[in-house]
């Protein structure tokens, strides 16, 4: 049985807004308190591999702040875990993911040409194939 409130925040566009903002959140933080649990890491040993005091972990672990897909790659990153974003309808169920992607992206520093001054330069595009396409902005 769904909550009253949350029925009657489906009925708007910001409300179903809000409801997907909160999804991904929890989905972040969730999947950092199972991996801290799981790793017998406390927060005061994830503050200290990411350079950051005990209450910023606490606060990531709350989801009341925004916080920068680099900054929750960092966490994922001194957890010995790599985040990976799925996409799918507004709506959907979410659930942790534990399975690693069949073709992870393949990033090779090398191939991307130095930026072009007052105009973008075309860039190789990450593919999941591990073939890079070129790309004009």
Excluded: Y
Excluded at 72 to 78: E, H, I, K, R, T
Excluded at 91 to 106: A, E, H, N, V
């Amino acid at each position: 049985m769904t909550a009253k409130w949350i029925e009657r925040l489906r009925e708007s566009e910001e409300g179903r807004r809000l409801i997907e903002q909160e999804r991904l959140i929890m989905q972040a933080t969730e999947g950092i308190a199972a991996l801290l649990e799981e790793q017998e890491v406390s927060r005061a040993e994830l503050a200290r591999r990411i350079g950051k005091s005990s209450a910023f972990v606490t606060k990531l672990l709350r989801g009341n702040n925004n916080f920068t897909l680099r900054t929750l790659s960092d966490v994922f990153f001194a957890l010995n875990r790599s985040a990976h974003l799925s996409l799918g309808e507004v709506g959907d169920d979410i659930s942790l993911c534990t399975i690693k992607p069949s073709q992870p992206l393949r990033f090779v520093a090398s191939e991307w040409p130095p930026p072009q001054r007052g105009q973008w330069a075309k860039s190789p595009r990450l593919t999941t194939a591990g073939q890079n396409e070129e790309v004009a902005a």
